[in-house]
């Protein structure tokens, strides 16, 4: 079974920065692709990065220059450094693992910018 744990949200004033953490299930961890997505209340779930098996990233433009994917595959987990954080970054963010034909999804991390 597939389990994909969140964890680093929480509430932050504009400039600010978080660290999101994802956990993931399994044993080779280092041959999945995965991204971060985010969902603020009564839009769609948009794809904020991503970071393939090999290392290659990529980002929304929204977020370029401010936010970072990484992975450590020795401890199954991939990372969101989020930096200069606005108000509009206000969103459940959720940990994606893809592939050709399947996607899995944690349960989501609340981050809320204000002042």
């Known amino acids: 079974q597939v389990q994909l744990v969140e964890s680093g949200g929480g509430l932050v004033q504009p400039g600010g920065s978080l660290r999101l953490s994802c956990a993931a299930s399994g044993s080779t961890f280092s041959e999945y692709n995965m991204a971060w997505y985010r969902q603020a209340p009564g839009k769609q779930r948009d794809l904020v990065a991503s970071?393939?098996?090999?290392?290659?990233?990529s980002y929304a433009d929204s977020v370029k220059g401010r936010f970072t994917i990484s992975r450590d595959n020795a401890e199954n987990t991939v990372y969101l450094q989020m930096n200069n954080l606005k108000p509009e970054d206000t969103a459940v963010y959720y940990c994606n693992r893809y592939g050709l034909a399947y996607q899995y999804w944690g349960q989501g991390t609340q981050v809320t910018v204000s002042s």
């Open positions: 970071i393939s098996n090999r290392g290659r990233t």
